[in-house]
């Protein structure tokens, strides 16, 4: 175990403050009980999500950019680590974007001292997804190491949707060779969930879009994509799909019910926070996890593998 | 311009005036502007196959017999789109008549006959001969490559031995097409046929049944040669024979794409008519009768028949017909008359255009084939020779135009009417010379 | 003592040669056909070259002076070969002059013959002045007048350049690519869009060649800094409803037919084989390709070989060719032949 | 006779006339039906720069149709009609009549980053997807769609508090888009979690109702956010020569 | 694998409608069309490779006005999509106006106008819907060319037939077969044909239908009109089978 993301600020955005509610606490029980210490941004404000992009691509990056500030300014730690992927995706995004875009640096530069705070600097603060984070501090050894309660016999399907992968552009980490995660065919939560026990399925459908963006918005579409998400994972044998975003997540729960509500095609595949599969392997209670609080209803299942 | 006045473009800082003196600059242009021999370089034979080639081969391997163009038919040479040479009989034909014309617009061949009197060429009108059923073919899909090859070889075979039923040599007469589609068929059909020896193979055993092979062999013509080909090559003969003076009417061509689109190399250009960048036939006579020939933006488009859209969908047939050539016509080139060269485009756009009254177009722009407007020129009557009352389209403000009282030449129309009631008919030949065949022939 | 080496043609290819030739102390004979040394660059006007950018009177212009200064070559203008006999390492080439030189080999540099638009009749040139070539626009632009619409002087508001004219095209006989014209048309187009910001430039195009770094600099560039657009269509008639130009194409991407209006229409010329080719195979007793071309001896030993020991070839005389590569293609011909009078025998010779 | 290949007209090319009598002709139906061109006639050269003066549009004239876009398009796959390389081809090209036939379903990108992931040119189509929806309801071809209500409900609240609260927003978009709260599969949703969690989640909605999530220290952010939208949505329309 | 085809489908990863689903086309019977339209002795000639410029399209006058594309057309069949091909006979080839201009623009040499009437041939040898459909408005024709050897008939452009040609189908008050006769032409005094036909050469040319398919085609597409054309040609043969004896018996008597 490496001392690196040891000690990172945490930006757990708005989603884990509503629905996502289970992965906040699953997050945070298994980082207390990885021994990693989490500081929550003082102050943060939302990332601005899909939906202040499209009416502004820079006001977003000042949303974010607001957040990593407070973390230079105010924070002594150089990580910042947000299990969103939208929140993640954003941050990263206006990393990319004040180091390559005059226009970003113009507009982040005008609203910050109008709002009377330092502007953030490209380079300041590295942005890391939870996955990263666990992924890196205490590693599949890490896990393997610490399993109380293996995940054995779970037949698990990954998926990370889109905004933990694209565009490439803005994750330069990424794709640099073996040991990195990589945009195409990512598989730090597979190599995780692989080394507390469980079974990881192959599952081609790992970063296509659930049609989170349009949830509401075009709830058809939606519901067309996760089916497929759902269908897929069914048809590869997963009796579970592990989620790193609670969009995502939650996504892939209320379309499951929309999809049986309005269309009658029903699927029983069942979603759960990687965090809280974790957990459940490290030996925390399915309470604790939040696991409760899933509109997804996997008690059955998990009581049936003996994991709850 | 980038804001330090560096050029955005790159170019660099040698950015300055060529220095290219007025001498240089001219020098420069004559080398463009100097026409290089038209379409002649590197469309030789050795890239661009010639059919008749293939067909020496086939007459030298004994497979067929090529019915040549001799000097008995007095030939004409002209000039192709790339610069080879077509040889046009211009005496002794046999005429290929066309359904269409005869069927609705009989005064197209009428007035080409005329003009072989006027110019005392010799040729046979006959009775033994079949549509090329080109037409159906293309409208209905009923037809085949093997049926279209027979036919075409049929005709031909007949009009090389239709001279017999006048005690004279096979070979005498030479076809000469009337339809464009039946020529753009047949050079087709002639070039496939000229490819597959198994086409021939079939077709043979076809002719053998019919007893029209040559020596067991497939007749195949040197030239297929349209009708205003020959008025074409004729019409400095013609023009001699002018009576009226054209040059206040303005003409719009509309060139057939059956006539000069399919098997293109076969087409005339000739440097005299629109500097050869334009096909000669229609505008070459035009021009030589001292017509004012206007050019229009679609002159390259179709006349909008379709083949099976005449009969079954004439919304396209209008549509295309009135929007896309005869409100041009009128409105772009202020055109007297619009001259075609085929009997699908004539009909086409003459009978199409009462109907446009339906959405305001109503353009009334008389539709004539080139032989007819020739014929006219020429003194022909306009109701007895070119049979002007089966066009739908006004014609009367044009023959006014030219001086022609029509009023006068429809009342003599009229009186020749009640003649012809009586048995009293007049013809360009001899009846009895239509009959060269099967029953009813009498030698 | 060797005699000199004898090279057909002033343009870049032969200018390169010549320059080669002088520079390391050998004298040649160099024959050109019109009155001036420069070949299409400078006979032909163009204007700004791909891919250096200079003025085409300034870059190939100062070849010309350096060859026509040189005391190693002597320059015939006005000059033709009429007869070539002789062994290689001596030949005798009879001029039209009637003067007779002994020459160890000889260069054929005898470039290319713009496509002529007139073979294309559809496309209006010579039908109506507002259809040019890309040739007159360079002649536009390097006499210093601009472009503006031959009929009436006006500056254009809408160009359209037609690429493939004359290349590529199985009708008229001509089924290769030219090479240059996808490139020169895209600079060309950022020409006109430089000089009249306001005109808006269109390339109809079928496939596009800016082949290796033209890419970003040409097509890429043209389109990112110089909004030119480029419309995927090879189109079918160019004709004028009496006041501007119509081209009619199909704009496949969008697969809907289109006519658009315009006022100047500019046909992106492709490159014939030299007109006088078939004389000139002739005289010298070497072969053609089946295109035209005077036939180089493809052989990773030796340069620009033809079927000839002792003649070689260079540039534009063998297929479409750049300048920059015409030049070079000179000078490594000039190698050749120099290489051959070392006694290194050329590898199709030696296989005789 | 009636069109056979009618299907492939336009019905807004047909000019029919039921009942026509011309020079003592019943000429009706289609004995009188003209069709009217489909060819494109002309460009509209100031589309490009107004899509790219558009957020997310920035980029759109760098496109070279390589379409690689459409090939990975989440949508696409759904409706082969959603095809971004066409749009932004019928956009770069000023084809303003052909983009706009397609105007009710520009808005359906889901924002998944394949285009712009894979874009070789980074024209960063999902934002011009964006650019364009925007672009069609600015000149009022179309209503405001409900992607761009949701948008506008989720900025007004970040504008507000600095946060999103997810039940307000739920509420908030269906109000903006006149629809009940009262969908079966939202109840369906609430019902199984309230089966499982009743009092907690009971307390939770209402507790979100009343105290909002909000970040502290957020009154001079706000205001520099509403003096910069209100810049940007003036540049938007000065763009697009509205006003 | 499962065997459910959307299922292999996401297999690869590709996002399906999960609502709607397809029936699938039975490949087995679009292939044997391709193959007849690729053996067809046009087809070698008529299809050389395919750029895609759309210079075809471009010149098309169908396509002014018909969602119709030659391009599309030759691109179909140059991929060899034969599912895009079958969708194509049902109604884009019957688009085509035959002009040709396509070929004679086209850079590679291919006639996509020819290919339309291969992909035609083959429609009809099918039997397929499209065809027939087109085909019926055709019979008038169809009778009269392949029983007088004559597709056009003087009497059968009437105002019933014509309402859309106007009034003046001719601008002169007289019976038709008065008009005909007033043309100086002895040939075209007929109103059945449009020039006079002997039997001989309608039989022949019937021959030639019956010899190289032509009739079979026609009865896979109309058998009501290959009936009638039968009994058409078969009385025709016996009168002229008569005439020939008669020729036979006076040549006796001389």
Not at chain 3, 305 to 332: C, F, H, K, N
Not at chain 5, 76 to 87: A, K, P
Request: proline share 4%; with cysteine.
């Amino acid at each position: 175990m490496s001392e690196k993301y040891k000690t990172v600020a945490y930006y757990p955005g708005c989603a884990l403050e509503g629905t996502g509610h289970g992965y906040n606490r699953s997050t945070k029980a298994v980082g207390r009980k990885l021994g990693l210490d989490l500081i929550e941004i003082p102050n943060w404000n939302c990332c601005g999500a899909m939906e202040v992009k499209n009416i502004d691509p820079e006001l977003q990056n000042y949303l974010s950019a607001r957040n990593l500030a407070i973390v230079a300014e105010k924070m002594n730690v150089d990580t910042v680590m947000a299990p969103c992927n939208g929140c993640y995706h954003n941050l990263k995004k206006v990393e990319h974007d004040i180091a390559k875009k005059p226009k970003t640096q113009e507009v982040v530069d005008r609203l910050s001292q109008k709002a009377g705070h330092a502007t953030y600097q490209a380079g300041e603060v590295e942005t890391i997804h939870a996955l990263d984070w666990i992924k890196e501090a205490i590693g599949e050894e890490g896990i393997r190491e610490r399993v109380k309660n293996s995940l054995k016999g779970l037949k698990i399907a990954n998926y990370y949707g889109c905004m933990y992968t694209r565009p490439r552009n803005i994750f330069p980490e990424k794709d640099q060779g073996e040991g990195s995660e990589s945009t195409h065919n990512p598989h730090y939560m597979d190599d995780l969930l692989r080394a507390a026990g469980a079974e990881i399925v192959d599952y081609p459908l790992k970063t296509a879009c659930c049609g989170g963006a349009h949830t509401l918005a075009d709830s058809d579409t939606s519901t067309k994509l996760v089916l497929n998400l759902l269908q897929t994972a069914e048809d590869c044998g997963a009796d579970v799909i592990a989620t790193e975003c609670p969009t995502c997540h939650s996504g892939l729960e209320m379309h499951q019910i929309r999809a049986e509500k309005e269309h009658g095609i029903k699927t029983s595949v069942k979603m759960l926070y990687f965090t809280q599969l974790l957990g459940l392997a490290l030996g925390l209670s399915s309470r604790k996890l939040g696991i409760h609080e899933n509109v997804s209803d996997a008690s059955g299942l998990l009581k049936e593998r003996g994991l709850a | 311009m980038s804001d330090n006045g560096e050029r955005f473009t790159g170019h660099g800082e040698e950015w300055r005036d060529a220095r290219l003196s007025a001498q240089d600059a001219r020098t420069a242009t004559s080398w463009v502007e100097a026409k290089i021999d038209k379409r002649a370089l590197l469309t030789n034979k050795d890239r661009v196959e010639d059919v008749r080639d293939a067909m020496w081969q086939l007459e030298k391997d004994g497979e067929i017999i090529v019915h040549r163009v001799g000097d008995q038919h007095e030939p004409v040479m002209a000039k192709t789109l790339y610069g080879w040479d077509k040889k046009i009989p211009t005496n002794q034909l046999w005429h290929h008549k066309s359904c269409g014309q005869c069927g609705n617009i009989p005064g197209y061949p009428a007035s080409l006959l005329w003009l072989m009197n006027q110019t005392e060429t010799r040729y046979l009108d006959e009775t033994d001969q079949t549509s090329c059923t080109a037409w159906n073919y293309h409208g209905s899909g009923i037809g085949n490559i093997v049926s279209l090859a027979a036919v075409f070889l049929r005709n031909f075979h007949q009009a090389y031995v239709s001279a017999q039923a006048e005690g004279l040599d096979p070979g005498y007469y030479y076809p000469l097409v009337h339809c464009g589609t039946s020529f753009g068929n047949y050079k087709e059909v002639r070039h496939f046929l000229m490819h597959s020896a198994e086409l021939r193979e079939q077709v043979r055993k076809i002719l053998a049944k019919l007893d029209r092979l040559i020596d067991g062999k497939l007749l195949i013509p040197e030239e297929i040669v349209h009708y205003s080909e020959w008025l074409h090559v004729m019409r400095g003969r013609i023009a001699d024979k002018q009576q009226i003076d054209a040059s206040n009417i303005r003409v719009t061509i509309h060139p057939a794409c059956h006539v000069y689109k399919m098997v293109p190399e076969d087409v005339i250009y000739d440097d005299d008519v629109l500097d050869g960048n334009r096909v000669a036939v229609s505008t070459g006579i035009m021009q030589e009768m001292g017509t004012q020939v206007i050019d229009y933006s679609t002159w390259y488009d179709c006349c909008g028949f379709g083949f099976r859209h005449i009969i079954s969908e004439r919304e396209f047939t209008r549509s295309f017909a009135i929007d896309r050539k005869i409100k041009v016509a009128v409105e772009e080139a202020r055109a007297d008359v619009m001259v075609g060269h085929d009997t699908g485009c004539i009909t086409t756009l003459d009978k199409n255009q009462w109907i446009g009254k339906a959405v305001g177009k109503d353009y009334a722009l008389p539709v004539l084939a080139d032989c007819q407007v020739a014929a006219l020129l020429c003194g022909a009557h306009p109701y007895k020779i070119v049979q002007m009352h089966w066009h739908a389209s006004p014609f009367e403000d044009l023959l006014e135009k030219l001086g022609i009282d029509w009023q006068r030449a429809k009342a003599e129309f009229e009186g020749y009417l009640e003649e012809v009631a009586q048995g009293k008919i007049e013809t360009l030949y001899e009846p009895r010379r239509a009959i060269t065949s099967g029953e009813g022939y009498r030698p | 003592m060797t005699d000199p080496i004898l090279i057909v043609g002033g343009g870049p290819a032969g200018l390169g040669a010549a320059q080669a030739l002088s520079a390391i102390g050998r004298k040649s004979i160099l024959v050109e056909k019109e009155a001036e040394l420069g070949g299409a660059p400078i006979i032909s006007g163009y204007a700004k070259l791909v891919p250096s950018g200079e003025w085409a009177k300034d870059a190939i212009g100062g070849m010309v002076q350096r060859v026509a200064g040189s005391d190693l070559v002597d320059v015939r203008l006005g000059a033709r070969v009429t007869e070539f006999a002789g062994t290689p390492g001596s030949f005798n080439a009879t001029l039209s002059s009637g003067e007779q030189c002994q020459v160890s080999s000889a260069i054929l540099a005898t470039g290319f013959t713009h496509f002529d638009s007139i073979n294309k009749p559809e496309w209006g040139f010579g039908t109506h002045p507002d259809v040019v070539t890309t040739v007159q626009v360079e002649q536009m632009m390097s006499s210093g007048k601009g472009v503006y619409c031959p009929s009436d002087g006006r500056v254009p508001d809408r160009v359209a350049i037609l690429l493939c004219v004359g290349s590529r095209d199985r009708q008229i006989g001509r089924e290769w690519c030219s090479k240059i014209c996808c490139t020169v048309s895209a600079n060309i187009a950022m020409e006109i869009r430089e000089l009249l910001p306001d005109c808006s430039v269109y390339i109809y195009y079928m496939d596009i060649r800016t082949y290796g770094q033209y890419e970003t600099e040409y097509y890429w560039r043209s389109q990112e800094e110089f909004r030119v657009k480029y419309i995927k269509s090879r189109v079918a008639e160019v004709t004028s409803d009496g006041n501007r130009l119509l081209i009619k194409g199909e704009d496949t991407l969008v697969k809907r037919p289109i006519a658009i209006p315009f006022d100047l229409v500019v046909h992106a010329i492709g490159m014939d084989p030299n007109l006088e080719n078939a004389t000139i195979a002739e005289t010298f007793g070497v072969d053609l390709q089946k295109e035209g071309n005077i036939a180089q001896q493809f052989s990773y030993g030796g340069i620009g070989l033809t079927s000839r020991a002792g003649v070689y070839v260079a540039g534009a005389a063998v297929g479409p060719e750049t300048i920059d590569d015409s030049i070079a293609q000179g000078q490594a011909a000039a190698m050749a032949a120099l290489g051959m009078d070392g006694g290194m025998v050329a590898p199709s010779a030696a296989a005789e | 006779m009636p069109i056979h290949e009618k299907s492939l007209i336009r019905p807004e090319d047909l000019t029919e006339h039921e009942q026509l009598e011309i020079d003592g002709v019943d000429v009706s139906g289609h004995w009188s039906t003209f069709i009217e061109t489909r060819v494109v006639s002309d460009y509209n050269e100031r589309m490009e720069e107004e899509i790219a003066a558009l957020p997310g549009g920035e980029y759109i004239h760098r496109c070279f149709q390589c379409s690689s876009c459409t090939n990975v398009c989440t949508v696409n796959d759904l409706n082969p009609d959603f095809n971004p390389r066409y749009w932004i081809y019928l956009a770069r090209m000023g084809f303003e009549k052909e983009l706009l036939r397609d105007k009710d379903l520009l808005w359906q990108c889901v924002s998944c980053h394949k285009c712009t992931h894979v874009c070789p040119r980074d024209v960063a189509p999902e934002g011009v997807m964006k650019a364009m929806a925007t672009w069609a309801e600015l000149k009022g071809h179309t209503e405001v769609k409900p992607a761009a209500a949701f948008d506008a409900e989720f900025t007004e609240q970040i504008v507000a508090t600095g946060k999103i609260e997810e039940g307000r927003i739920i509420r908030g978009f269906f109000k903006r888009t006149g629809q009940p709260l009262n969908q079966p599969w939202l109840r369906e949703m609430s019902l199984r979690l309230a089966r499982r969690l009743p009092i907690l989640m009971g307390l939770k909605m209402a507790l979100a109702a009343v105290f909002r999530p909000r970040t502290r220290d957020w009154d001079k952010s706000r205001a520099a956010i509403t003096e910069y939208i209100a810049e940007r949505e003036d540049a938007n329309r000065r763009a697009l020569n509205l006003d | 694998m499962t065997s459910s085809p959307q299922s292999g489908q996401r297999a690869v990863g590709k996002l399906a409608d999960p609502i709607g689903a397809d029936a699938p086309l039975d490949r087995e019977a679009l292939e044997e069309i391709f193959d007849d339209i690729r053996t067809h002795p046009r087809y070698d000639s008529e299809l050389n490779g395919c750029l895609n410029c759309g210079i075809c399209t471009a010149t098309c006058p169908s396509a002014h006005y018909y969602d119709y594309s030659p391009r599309e057309i030759v691109q179909l069949l140059w991929t060899e999509n034969v599912e895009g091909i079958y969708d194509a006979m049902q109604e884009k080839i019957w688009a085509c106006a035959q002009c040709y201009t396509c070929a004679a623009r086209c850079p590679f040499g291919n006639s996509p106008g020819g290919l339309v009437m291969v992909m035609r041939e083959v429609a009809i040898k099918h039997g397929m819907e499209s065809a027939k459909e087109v085909l019926r408005p055709f019979s008038r024709v169809m009778l009269k060319v392949m029983t007088t050897g004559n597709q056009l008939a003087p009497n059968m452009i009437t105002p019933e037939h014509f309402p859309d040609w106007g009034p003046n189908i001719s601008k002169v008050e007289a019976p038709l077969n008065i008009l005909r006769k007033a043309i100086p032409m002895p040939t075209l005094h007929t109103q059945e044909t449009a020039w006079a036909v002997n039997l001989k050469t309608s039989i022949e040319l019937y021959t030639i239908w019956e010899e190289s398919g032509v009739l079979d085609q026609l009865e896979t597409m109309d058998e009501n009109l290959f009936d009638v054309i039968v009994d058409i040609m078969d009385e025709k043969r016996e009168d002229y089978a008569d005439w020939l004896e008669e020729q036979d018996d006076d040549d006796d008597d001389d």
